[in-house]
């Protein structure tokens, strides 16, 4: 026939006779069209490929002496074509294989021909190449059709190709044939052709309109089909005790024609070639519905994924609302310190001031009083090593009374004289010869004054310091001294930090831009977080530092009993403690919140810890966050 392509061919692998007869039988059929090359195994035939070099089309495994699977493995092995590429034709004369599991998994096998008879491997070979030839896109070939047989397609395949208003049609061709004209029902819409559960007594041709399926489930109504429901409505019943499986209804008006179960058997009694159509009818019917059953699982499916990704997002922002609603209870037990602190600071502001102005001219009028007293200049003496005086350690107060006692005989000057202030025992012992009772009073006075002067100043600290927690946290002030931050915690605490030991290492530092009422809840978090890990005496060291020319560190180091490693990554979780080296469950905010408030202020919170030491390391821009974080 002349193609400008170079013809494929056709491998036929077995032992003679029969895959010599096969491969005759097959020659004759392909003429023109492929050629044929033959072997006793994959080997040889493998060979005689890769020495032609054309494309292969179709292998045939004569099963006789073979075992197919080996086969087909064999030739994968050998690459000599494209085993993918090929279609795969058994021809057996056995009665059972054993040897084709793999070949079917693969899909690899097209055909089986069982005990072939004349003229048949031909044909199915033919039916191959023509296959292979139109998936390669070279014109179809015209081979022989089966010998003995009618040419064209079967009637059963044509009418499985047909449309439903053919199919439709043939059958009503078929019915009125057989039982004469039929009537056709002119329905509305809403009306039910069948109910769930009641008995059926026939079945309806739809010939125009549509019909949807239900059925109830508990008291949910389910769409089951509905494009998929086909002209034949009822029929698919019949097999179950013609009992209605659905609910069918019209869903527009229609037209359809009943047919009673004894007309239905009378019209296949007497037109058999009606089940032909009725049959193709059924199948086009119940895979409609498994497809759209099918679609309808992965469209379920897909609800359930999405369902339980919303699932994650809701539980997700769930979550994000509790630490809110959190933090937001932090924030106003800090917002109500605020208000507390700013009360408390004014209130105690001008009695402490007043105060503070009565005790200062107390030391001048002591100083009036003593003027041309006999011993005035002693007693001026006493006056300013009370006023002078530091903080005196117990055991050095115990040692100078010891002394002052022993060198006057006085045990009631020596406790009177020293507790008033003066450690000095030399000026105690001269005081005692001279003027005993003068200078006790003396002295009694200038320390009274000096403990106000104390207690005050203490006060207008910690007014200060209370001071810091009231103002707004919207305000970003610029100036702020970090070391003056923490002093003025370290104030607040004091209540908590009898036991421990705190070692200030302050830095010179510039000052920053930042909030210091949230700064100053940052180090009380921390601060109190350490303690209570200490749980007892202990050591807190403070130290303050320039990191760069553009921020600061602050690292608060504790010598506690340390975070264990698998929970040091939480401790910035809303809900988790660490308090006293046990894991809680609790309001443990602190630890959160503060990273927030540093983020907020464009830094960062660390933590590292092992037994003996927990350090916390707060960094912080000089500039305050920028404007895009605020």
């Known amino acids: ?28 059929v392909v003429a023109g069209h492929a050629d044929v090359i033959s072997g006793r195994g994959p080997a040889e035939v493998a060979a005689l490929v890769r020495e032609d070099g054309r494309d292969v089309a179709v292998v045939v495994i004569v099963a006789s002496d073979l075992d197919v699977d080996e086969t087909l493995e064999e030739l994968t ?64 070939l015209t081979l022989p059709a089966e010998p003995n047989a009618p040419g064209g397609q079967s009637a059963f395949l044509e009418t499985l190709n047909s449309s439903d208003e053919v199919l439709v049609s043939r059958l009503m061709a078929w019915i009125e044939r057989a039982l004469g004209p039929r009537a056709v029902l002119y329905l509305e819409e809403g009306t ?7 008995p059926m007594e026939g079945v309806y041709v739809v010939l125009r309109g549509g019909v949807a399926l239900t059925r109830q489930a508990g008291s949910e109504k389910l769409l089951l089909h509905h494009a998929s429901t086909g002209p034949m409505v009822g029929l698919v019943s019949l097999t179950s005790g013609r009992e209605a499986h659905f609910t069918a209804t019209a869903t527009t008006d229609s037209e359809v024609v009943h047919l009673s179960i004894e007309q239905l058997d009378r019209a296949l009694r007497l037109a058999p070639q009606m089940g032909v159509v009725l049959a193709a009818l059924s199948m086009r019917s119940l895979t409609a519905r498994l497809m759209r059953s099918e679609e309808l699982q992965f469209e379920r ?53 007043a105060i503070k102005g009565v005790a200062g001219h107390i030391p001048s009028d002591l100083s009036s ?68 009772k003068s200078a006790m009073g003396a002295a009694g006075l200038a320390g009274a004054a000096r403990n106000i002067e104390v207690a005050t100043t203490r006060i207008s600290e910690l007014v200060h310091s209370l001071r810091s927690y009231s103002r707004p946290e919207s305000e970003l002030e610029e100036h702020v001294d970090i070391n003056v931050t923490i002093d003025d915690t370290l104030h607040l605490l004091s209540h908590r930090l009898h036991e421990v030991e705190v070692v200030r290492e302050f830095g010179t530092l510039p000052e920053i831009t930042a909030r210091p009422s949230q700064l100053g809840q940052v180090w009380t978090n921390i601060v109190v977080n350490a303690v209570d890990a200490l749980d007892g005496p202990g050591r ?46 609790g309001l443990g905010l602190g630890m959160g919140i503060s990273r927030r408030i540093v983020e907020e202020h464009g830094g960062t919170l660390t933590a590292e810890s092992e037994p003996g030491c927990t350090e916390m390391t707060v960094t912080l821009p000089m500039a305050g966050p920028n404007k895009e974080e605020e």
């Open 1 to 28: 026939m002349g193609y400008s392509y170079s013809l494929p061919l056709v491998l036929v692998i077995g032992q003679p006779p029969r895959a010599a007869m096969a491969a005759s039988e097959v020659s004759d």
């Open 77 to 140: 092995r050998l690459h000599a074509f494209d085993i993918d590429d090929v279609r795969i034709v058994v021809v057996s004369w056995n009665a059972e294989h054993r040897d084709m599991s793999r070949a079917v998994d693969s899909g690899r096998l097209h055909a089986l021909v069982a005990n072939p008879t004349e003229g048949i491997v031909g044909f199915m070979v033919a039916s191959e190449v023509r296959g292979w030839l139109m998936d390669h896109a070279h014109e179809a």
């Open 192 to 198: 039910r052709l069948t109910r769930q559960g009641y």
């Open 301 to 353: 499916n897909e609800l359930n994924r999405q369902l339980e990704a919303e699932r994650a997002r809701l539980t997700e922002t769930l979550r994000a609302l509790e630490e809110a609603r959190l933090e937001l209870v932090s924030q106003a037990r800090f917002a109500t310190l605020g208000e507390l602190s700013a009360g408390v600071a004014h209130e105690l502001n001008n009695p402490v001031a």
């Open 369 to 436: 009083l003593l003027t041309g007293h006999p011993q005035e200049g002693l007693l001026r003496e006493i006056l300013d090593a009370v006023a002078s005086r530091s903080s005196v350690p117990t055991s050095v107060q115990r040692a100078a009374r010891r002394e002052v006692e022993a060198a006057t005989g006085d045990p009631e000057f020596a406790w009177g004289i020293v507790g008033a202030g003066v450690a000095d025992p030399e000026l105690a012992i001269r005081a005692h010869g001279s003027i005993p």
């Open 540 to 585: 807190i060291e403070i130290t303050t530092s320039t990191l760069d020319s553009d921020s600061v560190r602050v690292v608060i180091r504790d010598n506690g009993p340390g975070i264990p490693p698998d929970v040091l990554p939480r401790i910035f979780e809303p809900r988790f403690s660490t308090k006293k080296g046990t894991v809680r469950y």
